[in-house]
């Protein structure tokens, strides 16, 4: 705790920031725009969002130009910022990989353990049918999905409670988190592939899917699936 925060009151407001800064030319305001705002995403350990970035620029401000210039200006260097999870991030890009595994033994955003087959198999059914129940799920696969799978994408905070289901009893529903579209490289639920995309790869069937057969055809349960944060792989 600094000085400054120490001698503070809990009640007193922050001192305020001069967002506009209409005392500035053009050239240096918008300068000091996009050294606030790359500023404040790098201090951040998860993504930041436009409302959290609006606070430090001014109301004429265009934020997405601001990152698109910040971008530009990172296009040399080893890390840039990327669209993910509903906000903005700084992220080393994926071709300096294997020099950081090299260096710490993993590369950033690696530290969550890898997925088993089953596994990746029902946080994939989640993220599509979200929300869904583990009653569901089971009648997806033919099988009963355990509570210790679902503690496990839990503890991994892939996934999270969402609404009670209507159903008799009223289970409850399960949905993917902020943490796991920050995990697969995703800003929003609609990047993810679509169906159709999925069956011209061959990667799922829906029909199978729907028919509780989604596992016919896998090599087994047990084989790992890795969590990729630059884009989406379930291991299938």
Request: some cysteine; proline content about 5%.
């Amino acid at each position: 705790m600094t000085e400054a925060s120490a001698r503070r009151k809990p009640t007193e407001q922050p001192v305020l920031l001069d967002t506009e800064l209409d005392h500035l030319p053009p050239e240096l305001r918008w300068r000091e725009w996009m050294g606030r705002v790359e500023a404040v995403i790098f201090a951040a350990s998860e993504p930041v969002t436009r409302s959290v970035l609006a606070r430090v620029v001014g109301r004429n401000c265009n934020i997405e130009l601001v990152i698109d210039d910040i971008r530009a200006e990172l296009a040399g260097r080893p890390y840039e910022l990327v669209a993910v999870a509903g906000g903005w991030q700084h992220r080393t890009k994926k071709i300096f990989g294997d020099a950081i595994r090299a260096a710490f033994g993993t590369a950033a955003g690696e530290g969550a353990k890898e997925l088993s087959q089953a596994e990746a198999l029902v946080l994939m059914c989640i993220a599509y049918f979200q929300p869904i129940t583990r009653g569901e799920l089971s009648s997806f696969f033919g099988k009963d999905v355990s509570r210790d799978l679902i503690g496990v994408l839990r503890g991994q905070d892939l996934i999270a409670s969402g609404p009670r289901s209507p159903q008799p009893g009223a289970p409850y529903t399960y949905v993917t988190t902020k943490n796991f579209l920050s995990q697969f490289g995703l800003d929003t639920l609609r990047q993810l592939p679509d169906f159709e995309a999925l069956e011209d790869a061959g990667l799922l069937s829906k029909e199978k899917l729907l028919a509780g057969d989604i596992l016919t055809g896998l090599k087994g349960d047990g084989e790992d699936a890795s969590v990729d944060n630059e884009g989406v792989e379930f291991g299938i």
